[in-house]
């Protein structure tokens, strides 16, 4: 009895059977043809294709290219294998549900802060970790191939150009991995994916810390909870990221993009310091009923950053030479026929010429001699007219008119004694030339606008004539008043009167001419102000007012990062370009995609549903 009621309770164990041989091998056969079967790929496969290309990529890839070829079709293999390759047998759904979801409100937060918990659930705790590194890793090698290719067909394309010009001496070959693209590629690859992971640490490390679970450490910790949990620490911790610019060698490439990028993250704090009404302020308005903020003056604008940029640039150009832009400048010399003057066809063999930069020095060296008069060697033949470090331009001066008394007007314009003749000879013979210039480079960047051309040709037309007409005065007033500038002080200011300083307020008036094109020339004020910048920089440290300190071009384009970041997660509508703003999300890891344009539509349709 007791036999039978111990049975009767156990009715669902079955009885223990020892499998046969045979049974018990039929198991490792099965797992050995699963593991031939096309789901089960080597690992090394696997995270080949994962960090070469996605899914939906591929679907892409696959819809427009392989499918329309019979011989691709048949060897490749299909979307659905491709995704059980890198991703498993449930991946179809999960990728195209997580690629397809947007997010509202705060999206780029939601993409980047959410996405990884979503994609958790569906695939598996760090299924969405994984997925974002591997985006990360994937879009690194694409800029490291792209940028390297491009840098080095652009160092090809410059030796072939200047080798055709004059031959360049031979340099030593330098091995492979000291190579400049290959540094550079690997320098904005590796920012690139530092930025990413770091962003995606910080940003998951706010959120557990401001989960209820974390509260005794917020409260042992209060400093360093409230530095982690605010809404601006992933954007400054991944901006170390930007110390990865150091992998470039200390040249003036990482030098200009420091400067670039720095003065676009100090234009985008100007502007949500502006949005805020902290710079201009707020107004009662009318009736006294709340407060408005105030506009900015119709004045006010880049162009006033021309006077001290010009100023700068034409000092420097005079007395430091190797610290001026060589291009800048002599894009300038290239215009100014008018007061640099070429060699006569009849001039003697055993002549020496000077040069445009002989000019400039010259005039240097008039500066510190306190502008000597001019004597002309016309009414005193046998006598030395020209201190003893000047005798350069006397090829120049034995040609002035003597009649002419400065020494700046018989090196400059010798053949006419009249200085304001001179200028507006300038202007009749510089005006067309620049313009076709400018008429030329504007018209290869309205390239892209072809629509634009097709379908409103008579405004697009207008606006570039309107544009290359302002620039053209600009340019033409700018250089010719620097030019003038220097005679007319010679003539009407006392000779120790600010001898080299002059040159500085002959540029600042020469910049007042870009009141002219406030409208259009913003581009071309901004990089006026970035060479002078860097010039100023390069005069300070060979005159030790400053010392450079090694790397600092690498701080400060990590802190121009942070600048950007902080400025687009407070509102990303500070960065006016929507261009710029798509590219600060890829670079975050949330899409190609404006944001602050999805929450401006977000909060009109609130409003719009409020008004109803």
Same mark, same amino acid.
């Given at each position: 009895?007791? %036999?039978?009621?111990?049975?009767?309770?156990?009715? %669902?164990?079955?009885?223990?059977?020892?499998?046969?041989?045979?049974?018990?091998?039929?198991? &490792?056969?099965?797992?050995?043809?699963?593991?031939? %079967?096309?789901?089960?790929?080597?690992?090394?496969?696997?995270?080949?294709?994962?960090?070469?290309?996605?899914?939906?990529?591929?679907?892409?890839?696959?819809?427009?290219?392989?499918?329309?070829s019979r011989v691709l079709r048949k060897r490749a293999p299909t979307v659905a294998t491709v995704e059980k390759y890198m991703n498993g047998d449930n991946s179809r759904r999960s990728s195209l549900s997580r690629d397809t979801a947007k997010g509202k409100g705060k999206g780029k937060e939601k993409a980047a802060h959410t996405s990884p918990g979503q994609r958790?659930? $569906?695939?598996?705790?760090?299924?969405?970790?994984?997925?974002?590194?591997?985006?990360?890793?994937?879009?690194?090698?694409?800029?490291?191939?792209?940028?390297?290719?491009?840098?080095?067909?652009?160092?090809?394309?410059i030796a072939r150009i200047k080798g055709s010009k004059e031959s360049s001496p031979v340099q030593k070959k330098q091995p492979f991995y000291k190579s400049s693209p290959l540094r550079l590629s690997l320098s904005l690859s590796t920012i690139l994916l530092l930025y990413r992971l770091l962003f995606h640490f910080f940003t998951r490390l706010r959120i557990q810390?401001?989960?209820?679970?974390?509260?005794?450490?917020?409260?042992?910790?209060?400093?360093?909870?409230?530095?982690?949990?605010?809404?601006?620490?992933?954007?400054?911790?991944?901006?170390?990221?930007?110390?990865?610019? @150091?992998?470039?060698?200390?040249?003036?490439? #990482?030098? !200009?993009?420091?400067?670039?990028?720095?003065?676009?993250? +100090?234009?985008?704090?100007?502007?949500?310091? $502006?949005?805020?009404?902290?710079?201009?302020?707020?107004?009662?308005?009318?009736?006294?009923?709340?407060?408005?903020?105030?506009?900015?003056?119709?004045? /006010?604008?880049? =162009?006033?950053?021309?006077?001290?940029?010009?100023?700068?640039?034409?000092?420097?150009?005079?007395?430091?030479?190797?610290?001026?832009?060589?291009?800048?400048?002599?894009?300038?010399?290239?215009?100014?026929?008018?007061?640099?003057? &070429?060699?006569?066809?009849? +001039?003697?063999?055993?002549?020496?010429?000077?040069?445009?930069?002989?000019?400039?020095?010259?005039?240097?060296?008039?500066?510190?001699?306190?502008?000597?008069?001019?004597?002309?060697?016309?009414?005193?033949?046998?006598?030395?007219?020209?201190?003893?470090?000047?005798?350069?331009?006397?090829?120049? !001066?034995?040609?002035?008119?003597?009649?002419?008394?400065?020494?700046?007007?018989?090196?400059?314009?010798?053949?006419?004694?009249?200085?304001?003749?001179?200028?507006?000879?300038?202007?009749?013979?510089?005006?067309? &030339?620049?313009?076709? /210039?400018?008429?030329?480079?504007?018209?290869?960047?309205?390239?892209? #606008?072809?629509?634009?051309?097709?379908?409103?040709?008579?405004?697009?037309?207008?606006?570039?004539?309107?544009?290359? +007409?302002?620039?053209?005065?600009?340019?033409?007033?700018?250089?010719?008043?620097?030019?003038?500038?220097?005679?007319? /002080?010679?003539?009407?200011?006392?000779?120790? /009167?600010?001898?080299?300083?002059?040159?500085?307020?002959?540029?600042?008036?020469?910049?007042?001419?870009?009141?002219?094109?406030?409208?259009?020339?913003?581009?071309?004020?901004?990089?006026?102000?970035? !060479?002078?910048?860097?010039?100023?920089?390069?005069?300070?440290?060979?005159?030790?007012?400053?010392?450079?300190?090694?790397?600092?071009?690498? =701080?400060?384009?990590?802190?121009?990062?942070?600048?950007?970041?902080?400025?687009?997660?407070?509102?990303?509508?500070?960065?006016?370009?929507?261009?710029? #703003?798509?590219?600060?999300?890829?670079? #975050?890891?949330?899409?190609?995609?404006?944001?602050?344009?999805?929450?401006?539509?977000?909060?009109?349709?609130? @409003?719009?549903?409020?008004?109803?």
């Amino acid at each position: 009895m007791a %036999s039978g009621a111990s049975s009767s309770k156990l009715p %669902s164990v079955p009885p223990l059977e020892i499998p046969s041989p045979d049974a018990m091998s039929r198991p &490792r056969a099965a797992s050995a043809a699963k593991s031939r %079967s096309p789901s089960a790929v080597d690992p090394v496969l696997r995270n080949a294709l994962r960090y070469t290309i996605s899914a939906r990529e591929y679907d892409t890839l696959h819809r427009y290219i392989i499918s329309r070829s019979r011989v691709l079709r048949k060897r490749a293999p299909t979307v659905a294998t491709v995704e059980k390759y890198m991703n498993g047998d449930n991946s179809r759904r999960s990728s195209l549900s997580r690629d397809t979801a947007k997010g509202k409100g705060k999206g780029k937060e939601k993409a980047a802060h959410t996405s990884p918990g979503q994609r958790a659930g $569906e695939g598996g705790r760090d299924a969405g970790v994984d997925d974002y590194n591997a985006r990360a890793i994937r879009h690194a090698l694409r800029v490291f191939m792209a940028t390297g290719i491009g840098a080095k067909a652009y160092e090809v394309i410059i030796a072939r150009i200047k080798g055709s010009k004059e031959s360049s001496p031979v340099q030593k070959k330098q091995p492979f991995y000291k190579s400049s693209p290959l540094r550079l590629s690997l320098s904005l690859s590796t920012i690139l994916l530092l930025y990413r992971l770091l962003f995606h640490f910080f940003t998951r490390l706010r959120i557990q810390l401001l989960d209820p679970t974390a509260a005794p450490f917020r409260e042992r910790n209060p400093r360093t909870s409230t530095t982690l949990t605010s809404p601006y620490a992933p954007a400054v911790g991944a901006s170390l990221a930007g110390l990865a610019l @150091g992998i470039y060698p200390s040249k003036q490439l #990482r030098v !200009t993009i420091m400067i670039s990028v720095m003065f676009r993250a +100090l234009e985008f704090g100007w502007n949500l310091l $502006e949005d805020e009404g902290s710079i201009w302020g707020f107004r009662t308005r009318a009736g006294g009923k709340g407060v408005v903020k105030r506009e900015r003056p119709w004045w /006010f604008g880049s =162009w006033l950053l021309q006077p001290l940029a010009m100023g700068q640039l034409l000092h420097a150009t005079v007395f430091d030479r190797e610290s001026s832009p060589a291009g800048f400048v002599d894009f300038i010399l290239k215009h100014t026929t008018t007061y640099l003057h &070429r060699a006569p066809e009849n +001039l003697p063999p055993g002549v020496k010429w000077p040069s445009p930069w002989d000019i400039v020095e010259n005039l240097a060296e008039m500066a510190r001699l306190n502008w000597p008069p001019f004597v002309s060697p016309t009414l005193f033949p046998n006598e030395p007219t020209l201190p003893a470090t000047l005798t350069a331009l006397a090829p120049l !001066t034995s040609q002035a008119y003597p009649i002419i008394t400065s020494l700046s007007c018989a090196s400059l314009h010798p053949g006419d004694p009249s200085c304001l003749r001179n200028y507006v000879a300038f202007w009749v013979r510089s005006f067309p &030339r620049l313009g076709r /210039f400018f008429l030329l480079f504007y018209s290869v960047l309205m390239l892209p #606008r072809y629509k634009m051309l097709y379908n409103a040709p008579l405004h697009l037309i207008n606006r570039l004539l309107a544009k290359v +007409l302002r620039l053209t005065t600009f340019a033409t007033g700018a250089i010719s008043t620097a030019w003038a500038s220097i005679c007319f /002080f010679q003539t009407w200011l006392p000779r120790t /009167f600010l001898p080299t300083q002059r040159f500085f307020l002959g540029g600042f008036l020469a910049g007042l001419w870009a009141f002219v094109g406030r409208r259009e020339g913003r581009g071309v004020f901004l990089y006026t102000a970035r !060479t002078s910048v860097d010039s100023l920089w390069k005069v300070g440290v060979k005159r030790r007012w400053w010392r450079a300190m090694r790397g600092g071009d690498v =701080w400060l384009f990590a802190l121009a990062l942070a600048i950007t970041g902080a400025v687009y997660e407070r509102d990303a509508r500070a960065i006016r370009e929507a261009n710029i #703003r798509k590219g600060f999300s890829w670079l #975050r890891g949330t899409g190609f995609r404006d944001w602050g344009l999805e929450e401006e539509d977000e909060l009109e349709q609130e @409003g719009g549903v409020k008004e109803e």
